[in-house]
Antibody, heavy 119, light 112 residues
Framework: EVQLVQSGAEVKKPGESLRISCKGS????????INWVRQMPGKGLEWMGR????????NYSPSSQGHVTISADKSISTAYLHWSSLRTSDTAMYYC????????????WGQGTIVTVSS | DIVMTQSPDSLAVSLGERATINCKSS????????????LAWYQQKPGQPPKLLIY???TRDSGVPDRFNGSGSGTDFTLTISSLQAEDVAVYYC?????????FGQGTKVEI
Protein backbone atom coordinates (compact mmCIF):
# COMPACT_ATOMS: atom_id res chain seq x y z
CA GLU A 1 0.00 0.00 0.00
CA VAL A 2 1.32 3.42 -0.94
CA GLN A 3 1.33 5.68 2.08
CA LEU A 4 2.94 8.65 3.76
CA VAL A 5 3.23 8.46 7.54
CA GLN A 6 4.00 11.62 9.47
CA SER A 7 5.55 12.09 12.88
CA GLY A 8 3.45 12.81 15.93
CA ALA A 9 2.04 15.95 17.48
CA GLU A 10 4.43 18.54 18.87
CA VAL A 11 4.11 21.21 21.53
CA LYS A 12 6.88 23.81 21.53
CA LYS A 13 7.73 27.25 22.84
CA PRO A 14 8.44 30.30 20.67
CA GLY A 15 12.06 30.38 19.58
CA GLU A 16 12.54 26.63 19.82
CA SER A 17 13.55 24.48 16.87
CA LEU A 18 11.56 21.62 15.43
CA ARG A 19 11.75 19.02 12.70
CA ILE A 20 8.76 16.97 11.60
CA SER A 21 8.93 14.05 9.23
CA CYS A 22 7.03 12.29 6.46
CA LYS A 23 7.99 8.70 5.62
CA GLY A 24 6.98 7.16 2.34
CA SER A 25 6.36 3.47 1.80
CA UNK A 26 4.98 1.18 -0.86
CA UNK A 27 6.60 3.03 -3.75
CA UNK A 28 9.96 4.29 -5.00
CA UNK A 29 10.41 7.36 -2.81
CA UNK A 30 12.94 9.03 -5.09
CA UNK A 31 10.55 9.10 -8.05
CA UNK A 32 7.99 11.47 -6.53
CA UNK A 33 8.29 15.03 -5.24
CA ILE A 34 7.01 15.63 -1.69
CA ASN A 35 5.06 18.80 -0.92
CA TRP A 36 4.35 20.41 2.46
CA VAL A 37 1.01 22.10 3.08
CA ARG A 38 0.00 24.14 6.11
CA GLN A 39 -3.51 24.42 7.53
CA MET A 40 -3.93 26.92 10.33
CA PRO A 41 -6.79 26.29 12.79
CA GLY A 42 -10.12 26.65 11.02
CA LYS A 43 -8.48 27.87 7.82
CA GLY A 44 -7.67 26.67 4.32
CA LEU A 45 -4.73 24.97 2.68
CA GLU A 46 -1.46 26.81 2.02
CA TRP A 47 1.38 25.32 0.00
CA MET A 48 4.73 25.81 1.71
CA GLY A 49 7.19 24.14 -0.60
CA ARG A 50 8.38 20.89 -2.12
CA UNK A 51 11.39 18.68 -2.54
CA UNK A 52 12.61 16.25 -5.16
CA UNK A 53 13.94 13.39 -3.01
CA UNK A 54 16.25 12.17 -5.78
CA UNK A 55 18.51 15.23 -5.56
CA UNK A 56 16.99 17.35 -2.74
CA UNK A 57 16.13 20.19 -5.11
CA UNK A 58 13.57 22.43 -3.42
CA ASN A 59 11.05 25.15 -4.15
CA TYR A 60 9.47 27.36 -1.49
CA SER A 61 6.53 29.71 -1.28
CA PRO A 62 7.55 33.33 -0.68
CA SER A 63 6.00 33.25 2.79
CA SER A 64 7.95 30.11 3.78
CA GLN A 65 11.28 30.97 2.19
CA GLY A 66 13.85 31.66 4.89
CA HIS A 67 11.61 30.51 7.75
CA VAL A 68 11.50 26.77 7.11
CA THR A 69 13.82 24.27 5.51
CA ILE A 70 12.64 21.25 3.57
CA SER A 71 15.01 18.31 3.31
CA ALA A 72 14.96 14.61 2.56
CA ASP A 73 16.92 11.47 3.33
CA LYS A 74 16.30 9.12 0.45
CA SER A 75 18.10 6.26 2.21
CA ILE A 76 15.20 6.08 4.67
CA SER A 77 12.46 7.42 2.36
CA THR A 78 11.76 10.38 4.60
CA ALA A 79 11.15 14.06 4.00
CA TYR A 80 11.43 16.71 6.67
CA LEU A 81 10.14 20.15 7.50
CA HIS A 82 12.41 22.10 9.84
CA TRP A 83 12.11 25.32 11.80
CA SER A 84 15.12 26.83 13.57
CA SER A 85 13.02 29.35 15.49
CA LEU A 86 9.30 28.76 15.91
CA ARG A 87 6.70 31.50 16.20
CA THR A 88 3.26 31.28 17.75
CA SER A 89 1.89 31.83 14.24
CA ASP A 90 3.40 28.46 13.22
CA THR A 91 0.64 26.75 15.19
CA ALA A 92 -1.08 24.64 12.56
CA MET A 93 -1.64 21.21 11.07
CA TYR A 94 1.05 20.29 8.55
CA TYR A 95 0.49 17.78 5.78
CA CYS A 96 2.87 16.21 3.34
CA UNK A 97 1.56 15.26 -0.07
CA UNK A 98 3.08 13.30 -2.93
CA UNK A 99 3.14 14.64 -6.45
CA UNK A 100 1.38 12.14 -8.66
CA UNK A 101 3.05 10.12 -11.37
CA UNK A 102 2.77 11.79 -14.76
CA UNK A 103 1.09 14.80 -13.27
CA UNK A 104 1.37 17.55 -10.71
CA UNK A 105 -1.57 17.09 -8.34
CA UNK A 106 -1.06 15.61 -4.88
CA UNK A 107 -2.39 12.06 -4.95
CA UNK A 108 -1.25 10.66 -1.61
CA TRP A 109 -1.29 12.59 1.66
CA GLY A 110 0.10 12.00 5.11
CA GLN A 111 -2.24 11.97 8.08
CA GLY A 112 -0.97 15.35 9.27
CA THR A 113 1.20 16.59 12.14
CA ILE A 114 -0.27 19.13 14.50
CA VAL A 115 2.23 21.66 15.81
CA THR A 116 1.33 23.91 18.74
CA VAL A 117 3.63 26.80 19.60
CA SER A 118 2.79 28.55 22.84
CA SER A 119 4.64 30.23 25.65
CA ASP B 1 1.34 34.33 -7.56
CA ILE B 2 -1.83 32.94 -9.13
CA VAL B 3 -4.82 33.73 -6.93
CA MET B 4 -7.58 31.12 -6.82
CA THR B 5 -11.04 32.36 -5.84
CA GLN B 6 -13.87 29.96 -5.11
CA SER B 7 -17.57 30.66 -4.92
CA PRO B 8 -19.65 30.30 -2.93
CA ASP B 9 -17.86 30.04 0.43
CA SER B 10 -20.54 27.62 1.57
CA LEU B 11 -23.68 26.00 0.27
CA ALA B 12 -26.43 23.76 1.60
CA VAL B 13 -27.82 21.15 -0.75
CA SER B 14 -30.52 18.56 -0.21
CA LEU B 15 -29.66 14.89 -0.47
CA GLY B 16 -29.83 13.78 -4.09
CA GLU B 17 -29.61 17.32 -5.43
CA ARG B 18 -26.81 18.92 -7.44
CA ALA B 19 -24.00 20.92 -5.88
CA THR B 20 -21.95 23.32 -7.98
CA ILE B 21 -18.71 24.95 -6.89
CA ASN B 22 -16.88 27.54 -8.97
CA CYS B 23 -13.18 28.35 -9.05
CA LYS B 24 -11.59 31.28 -10.85
CA SER B 25 -7.86 31.71 -11.35
CA SER B 26 -6.21 35.11 -11.72
CA UNK B 27 -4.20 33.79 -14.66
CA UNK B 28 -4.70 31.25 -17.38
CA UNK B 29 -3.68 27.77 -16.19
CA UNK B 30 -4.06 26.13 -19.60
CA UNK B 31 -0.75 24.93 -21.00
CA UNK B 32 -0.82 25.12 -24.79
CA UNK B 33 1.95 22.63 -25.42
CA UNK B 34 0.03 19.66 -23.97
CA UNK B 35 -3.51 21.14 -24.07
CA UNK B 36 -4.03 20.56 -20.36
CA UNK B 37 -5.48 22.70 -17.59
CA UNK B 38 -3.23 22.59 -14.55
CA LEU B 39 -6.01 22.45 -11.99
CA ALA B 40 -7.06 19.97 -9.32
CA TRP B 41 -9.94 19.58 -6.89
CA TYR B 42 -9.62 18.15 -3.38
CA GLN B 43 -12.13 17.08 -0.76
CA GLN B 44 -11.38 17.48 2.93
CA LYS B 45 -13.61 15.96 5.58
CA PRO B 46 -13.33 17.05 9.23
CA GLY B 47 -10.26 15.64 10.94
CA GLN B 48 -8.89 14.15 7.72
CA PRO B 49 -6.22 15.13 5.22
CA PRO B 50 -7.32 16.35 1.80
CA LYS B 51 -8.19 13.78 -0.82
CA LEU B 52 -7.56 14.23 -4.53
CA LEU B 53 -10.80 14.11 -6.53
CA ILE B 54 -10.02 15.62 -9.94
CA TYR B 55 -6.85 16.53 -11.80
CA UNK B 56 -6.19 18.11 -15.20
CA UNK B 57 -9.46 19.93 -14.44
CA UNK B 58 -11.68 17.01 -15.45
CA THR B 59 -9.97 13.65 -14.81
CA ARG B 60 -11.31 11.75 -11.81
CA ASP B 61 -8.72 10.12 -9.59
CA SER B 62 -8.91 6.37 -9.11
CA GLY B 63 -11.90 5.30 -7.05
CA VAL B 64 -13.66 8.66 -7.12
CA PRO B 65 -17.40 8.20 -7.72
CA ASP B 66 -18.68 9.38 -11.08
CA ARG B 67 -21.08 11.83 -9.43
CA PHE B 68 -18.04 14.12 -9.11
CA ASN B 69 -17.31 16.01 -12.30
CA GLY B 70 -14.83 18.73 -13.13
CA SER B 71 -15.13 21.11 -16.05
CA GLY B 72 -13.83 24.40 -17.38
CA SER B 73 -10.73 25.76 -19.02
CA GLY B 74 -8.37 28.69 -18.88
CA THR B 75 -9.42 30.68 -15.83
CA ASP B 76 -12.90 29.38 -14.97
CA PHE B 77 -13.59 25.96 -13.53
CA THR B 78 -16.45 24.08 -11.92
CA LEU B 79 -16.80 21.07 -9.66
CA THR B 80 -20.22 19.47 -9.82
CA ILE B 81 -21.58 16.83 -7.49
CA SER B 82 -24.49 15.50 -9.49
CA SER B 83 -26.45 13.84 -6.69
CA LEU B 84 -25.26 14.80 -3.21
CA GLN B 85 -24.77 11.98 -0.74
CA ALA B 86 -24.41 12.32 3.02
CA GLU B 87 -20.75 11.31 2.80
CA ASP B 88 -20.03 14.26 0.50
CA VAL B 89 -20.31 16.75 3.35
CA ALA B 90 -16.86 18.32 3.33
CA VAL B 91 -14.82 21.34 2.32
CA TYR B 92 -13.72 21.39 -1.31
CA TYR B 93 -10.61 23.15 -2.59
CA CYS B 94 -9.37 23.94 -6.07
CA UNK B 95 -5.63 24.18 -6.66
CA UNK B 96 -3.51 25.37 -9.54
CA UNK B 97 -0.26 23.61 -10.32
CA UNK B 98 0.62 25.70 -13.36
CA UNK B 99 3.26 27.71 -11.53
CA UNK B 100 5.22 28.02 -8.33
CA UNK B 101 4.01 28.75 -5.73
CA UNK B 102 1.16 26.29 -5.92
CA UNK B 103 -1.98 27.98 -4.66
CA PHE B 104 -5.35 26.82 -3.37
CA GLY B 105 -8.73 28.43 -3.34
CA GLN B 106 -10.11 29.43 0.06
CA GLY B 107 -12.42 26.42 0.18
CA THR B 108 -16.15 25.82 -0.19
CA LYS B 109 -18.04 24.11 2.61
CA VAL B 110 -20.80 21.78 1.41
CA GLU B 111 -23.53 20.89 3.89
CA ILE B 112 -26.84 19.09 3.77
Amino acid sequence: EVQLVQSGAEVKKPGESLRISCKGSGYNFTNFWINWVRQMPGKGLEWMGRIDPSDSYTNYSPSSQGHVTISADKSISTAYLHWSSLRTSDTAMYYCGRRQAGGEAFDVWGQGTIVTVSS
Amino acid sequence: DIVMTQSPDSLAVSLGERATINCKSSRNVFYNSNKKNYLAWYQQKPGQPPKLLIYWASTRDSGVPDRFNGSGSGTDFTLTISSLQAEDVAVYYCQQYFSIPRTFGQGTKVEI
